[in-house]
């Protein structure tokens, strides 16, 4: 009884086609080289897996990948790393004279809003409108 389905995936008849078009010492090699890279990645993991194992039995701390919370490579870069600035700059640090002046009531560690700065532009305030 037939599906008629494809028993192969799409990825093996390609690979299947391209090794047909190529010599026999070839397509010998190439077989021996796919054969040999799985086992190396199994050898690879089984090791892995001992080591673990050993690890474990032995008390010591296991080299395992960083959990969330436990930092990042950055964090260990020492004296390489980036210098940290005090604030990240914006286009208005490049306004040169055409800046809104500062004013003495504004504090220069406060930050405000792009309405602080409108000036005559702003809406005039009606009597019984203002804040609660």
Do not use: C
Not at 9 to 15: H, L, N, V, Y
Not at 63 to 71: D, L, R
């Amino acid at each position: 009884m037939s599906t008629g389905l494809p028993l192969a995936s799409g990825k093996s008849e390609i690979f299947e086609v391209v090794l047909q078009f190529m010599p026999d010492w070839v397509q010998i090699t190439v077989l021996v080289l796919v054969v040999l890279a799985v086992l190396a990645s199994w050898g690879v993991k089984l090791k892995r897996k001992i080591a673990r194992r050993g690890t474990a039995r032995a008390g010591r701390p296991a080299h395992t990948a960083a959990q969330h919370g436990q930092g990042r490579g950055a964090d260990h870069l020492g004296p390489y790393a980036p210098q940290q600035q005090a604030r990240q700059p914006s286009g208005a640090d490049f306004l040169g004279a055409y800046a809104p002046a500062r004013t003495q009531a504004a504090q220069p560690d406060a930050q405000g809003s792009g309405a602080d700065h409108l000036g005559s532009y702003a809406p005039q305030q009606q009597p019984g409108n203002g804040p609660a």
